[in-house]
């Protein structure tokens, strides 16, 4: 079984930083990619931002200059520094993982945590 548990968030005036950090535990073989979706009320579910390699990682337009995601591929971990947080940054933030298991190739998600920007 596959378990993706994340911390690091609160609540945070505009213009200061977070941590969030996910770690990714169970019977996994390999991790494709690690990343980081938001959910804001009312609006769907979108990618913030995903890293396969240190070189290779996929940013939100919204978020490009401010969020900095990476990845500790021995502890099967994955980060996202926030930075300049804004308003509308505020949503419940999900670790996502595209793992291989026994079984096959599986997308874990964590349970979430939330995200408040205050003006």
């Known amino acids: 079984q596959v378990q993706l548990v994340e911390s690091g968030g609160g609540s945070v005036q505009a213009g200061g930083s977070l941590t969030l950090s996910c770690a990714a535990s169970g019977n996994i073989f390999s991790i494709n990619y690690m990343g980081w979706y938001r959910q804001a009320p009312g609006k769907q579910r979108e990618l913030v931002a995903k890293i396969i390699t240190e070189g290779t990682t996929n940013y939100a337009d919204s978020v490009k200059g401010r969020f900095t995601i990476s990845r500790d591929y021995a502890k099967n971990t994955v980060s996202l520094q926030m930075n300049s947080l804004k308003p509308e940054d505020t949503a419940v933030y999900y670790c996502?993982?595209?793992?291989?298991?026994?079984?096959?190739?599986?997308?874990?998600w964590g349970r979430g945590t939330q995200v408040t920007v205050s003006s």
């Open positions: 996502a993982a595209d793992l291989l298991v026994v079984g096959g190739r599986l997308t874990s």
